[in-house]
C-alpha cells in the first residue's frame, strides 16, 4: 500500500511540506499552520502520513525537469454543491478524481501514468474547470509553476488519506461515498491517463501545421466559453444575468459574420443584429423579446464593445487558451489580462528569523511566450503596499503580470490578507535568530576585551569574571562604543533590553577600591553567567592571553 501511495502522488523530493491544523473553538475558520522544510522526502514521511503521525505531508507536483504526474483543482469555496460537481465530472466522462480536503471542500485531481509536461497539465487542469463552470471559483491550479529558477520551491499540496483508516480527506467513489485507500487505488487504474493528446486538440502547435479548419455549422464559430456553457446546461443559456452573455454574444455576432459565417447557406444573408436574435431564440433558456433586445443590448449599436470574459457567470466558463486559436475568439495580450491576479501568484513564505524575512512568489513574463515564477525577499510592509510591492519586484528587472498592476490598492490589499491567512513558513535555522546574533555579537565584544578575574581591572576598562560562578561584568559604555566602531547603531534602550532578555543579564551597581588612592570607586555594570570557554582570561591562573586584533 505504501509503495503504491508514494508511486501515485510522487513529485518534487527535495523538499515537503506539513500542516498541522490549529484547535481554536472560537474560530469560524479551520486555521492551518503550514510550513516548508528542506529536506528530502523519506519513506518514513509518507508513512507517517497514512497512519496520521505527526503533521499533514504536502508534495508539489514539479519536478526540476518540468514535469509531474498529477495535477489538481483546488476548490475552496462554501456552500458548494460537491456532489453535483462530481456528477458533472462524470456526466462529461473527465478522467479527475475529487477529494475532500482538510476544510472540508474539494481538490481534483488527474493522475498521469508517467511523468509529463508540466505546462500541458496545467494547461488541461485549467480546461477541464472551464467544462465544469468552475473557472471562475477555483483556488488555484496544481502545478502553479512549469519550471523555476534556482533554488526556488514550487507550491505544494497536502496529500489525501492522513490517518487513512479514520481521516476524512478521502476520495469520493462515483456515489458520492467515501473510498477507502484500496478503493481509490482501483479508482486511480480506471482514470489514470498515458496521454493528454486528447485533451489538447484544439491547441494549434507551433511545430505541427494543421489543415485550416473549416467551419461548417454555426455551433463551429461559438467561442469556447458558450460551447461549455451549452453543454453544462442541456443546450440553453441559463436566464441568469441573460444581458450579460446577449452583450457577450453580441461582439460574437460582428465578429462572426466577419470570420465567414455568412458561407454557411443557412446564414448568407445574416448580419450581426439578426444573428444575435437567431441566437437569443435558439439558444437561450428564456430568450428576451426583440423588441427589448433592440431597446438594450442595440440601443448603442454604433458603440465599440467587447467580450465581456470577466462577468461571473461567462468567466466560470472561460478557456482562454483555446480562444485565443478560434476564429471569433480574444487575442494573447486579451488572454493575459483574463489571468485574474491571484492566479500569478504562489504562495508568500515567511522565514522565521526575528524579523522574519517574506518571500514573494509571482510569475513574471520574460518574453511574450515565456513566462517564469520568482521568488523575490520582502518586509511586511512591502507585502501589503502596492506601489513598493510592484519597486521591490522592478528593482530586480521584473515585471508582474498586468492583474496585478490594474488592481485598486484596497483590491491589492485585500488580496494579499487573503493570502497571508495561508502563509507557509520556513522554519529559520538557530544562527538566524536576533538571540542568537546578539549573543554572538557579546563574545565577539568580550573576546576583544582584556578579561580579568581582578575586580579592580574594571577601573581600567577591562571585563571582570568571577573564577567560581562565570559571572562577567562589563560596563555598558564599553559595549556600545564597540558597537560603534562595527558600524552598528543600535539605541541603547534597546541594547539594555536585549542584555536582559536574551543574556538573563542585571544592572549592578557596584564599587571598587582604587588601590593607588585607597578609596572606593562607584562603577556601575551589567553582569550575565558567562560561557567560559568562549574568550580568553588575563591574570594569576589564566589562560595564555591571545592578541587579537585592535578595532
Not at 508 to 537: A, L, Q
Amino acid at each position: 500500500m505504501l509503495e503504491r501511495f508514494i508511486n501515485i502522488f510522487e513529485g518534487s523530493n527535495d523538499f515537503y511540506g506539513q500542516a498541522k491544523r490549529i484547535d481554536n473553538r472560537l474560530s469560524v475558520k479551520v486555521e492551518v499552520e503550514a510550513w516548508t522544510k528542506k529536506e528530502p522526502v523519506s519513506k518514513q514521511l509518507w508513512k507517517d502520513h497514512l497512519e496520521g503521525v505527526g503533521p499533514q505531508l504536502g508534495i508539489a507536483p514539479l519536478k526540476k525537469d518540468g514535469t509531474c504526474k498529477w495535477g489538481a483543482i483546488d476548490i475552496d469555496k462554501n456552500n458548494y454543491d460537491y456532489k453535483e460537481l462530481l456528477n458533472k465530472i462524470r456526466e462529461k466522462n473527465l478522467p479527475l478524481i475529487m477529494f475532500r480536503s482538510k476544510s472540508g471542500r474539494a481538490h481534483v485531481y488527474m493522475f498521469m501514468k508517467d511523468f509529463y509536461s508540466a505546462e500541458e497539465v496545467k494547461l488541461v487542469m485549467n480546461k477541464f474547470a472551464a467544462k465544469l463552470g468552475i473557472a471562475d471559483i477555483l483556488d488555484r491550479v496544481y502545478p502553479m509553476q512549469i519550471n523555476l529558477e534556482n533554488n526556488m520551491f514550487g507550491s505544494w499540496l497536502n496529500m489525501p488519506y492522513f490517518n487513512h483508516e479514520e481521516g476524512s480527506t478521502f476520495a469520493y467513489t462515483d456515489d458520492f461515498e467515501d473510498a477507502d485507500i484500496e478503493t481509490f487505488f482501483e479508482m486511480h487504474d480506471k482514470y489514470a491517463q498515458d496521454n493528454l493528446t486528447d485533451f489538447l486538440v484544439e491547441e494549434v502547435k507551433e511545430v505541427v501545421k494543421p489543415k485550416k479548419f473549416k467551419e461548417k455549422t454555426i455551433e463551429d464559430f461559438f467561442l469556447p466559453c458558450v460551447k461549455n456553457c451549452l453543454k453544462d446546461n442541456n443546450g440553453k443559456v441559463p436566464s441568469v444575468n441573460r444581458n450579460d452573455f446577449l452583450l457577450h454574444k453580441y461582439v460574437w455576432s460582428m465578429r462572426a459574420v466577419q470570420a465567414g459565417l455568412k458561407n454557411i447557406e443557412k446564414f448568407s444573408t445574416f448580419n450581426a443584429k439578426t444573428l444575435l436574435k437567431f441566437f437569443n431564440k435558439n439558444y437561450l433558456q428564456d430568450p428576451l423579446e426583440e423588441k427589448e433586445i433592440d431597446s438594450t443590448i442595440l440601443k448603442s449599436e454604433n458603440k465599440e464593445y467587447n467580450y465581456l470574459c470577466k462577468r461571473p457567470d461567462i468567466k466560470k466558463y472561460c478557456d482562454a487558451s483555446a480562444c485565443t486559436r478560434h476564429v471569433c475568439g480574444i487575442t494573447p495580450q486579451e488572454a493575459l489580462n483574463l489571468v485574474e491576479a491571484k492566479q500569478g501568484l504562489g504562495n508568500i513564505t515567511e522565514y522565521t528569523s526575528v524579523p522574519p524575512i517574506f518571500y514573494e512568489t509571482v510569475e513574471v513574463v520574460e518574453s511574450e511566450k515565456v513566462k517564469k515564477f520568482i521568488r523575490v525577499e520582502m518586509t511586511g510592509d512591502v507585502l501589503i503596499d502596492k506601489k513598493r510591492w510592484i519597486n521591490a519586484l522592478a528593482g530586480m528587472g521584473h515585471f508582474p503580470p498586468r492583474a496585478i498592476l490594474k488592481l485598486k490598492d484596497a483590491a491589492f490589499i485585500d488580496m494579499q490578507y487573503e493570502r497571508l491567512e495561508k502563509i507557509v513558513k520556513e522554519k529559520a535555522d538557530e544562527e538566524a535568530s536576533e538571540e542568537y546574533e546578539f549573543k554572538a555579537l557579546i563574545y565577539d565584544f568580550i573576546r576583544k576585551q582584556t578579561v580579568s578575574f581582578s575586580k579592580e581591572d574594571l577601573l581600567e576598562n577591562a571585563c571582570y569574571v568571577d573564577k567560581k560562578t562565570s559571572k562577567l561584568d562589563f560596563k555598558l559604555d564599553n559595549l556600545m562604543n564597540y558597537l560603534k566602531t562595527q558600524k552598528i547603531n543600535t539605541p541603547r534602550r534597546k541594547v539594555t533590553f536585549q542584555i536582559k532578555h536574551f543574556l538573563k543579564g542585571e544592572k549592578i551597581n557596584g564599587s571598587v577600591v582604587n588601590k593607588i588612592t585607597n578609596k572606593k570607586v562607584s562603577i556601575p555594570t551589567w553582569r550575565f553567567k558567562s560561557d567560559p570557554d568562549k574568550y580568553e582570561v588575563l591574570g594569576d591562573d589564566a589562560k595564555p592571553v591571545i592578541d587579537y586584533e585592535k578595532n
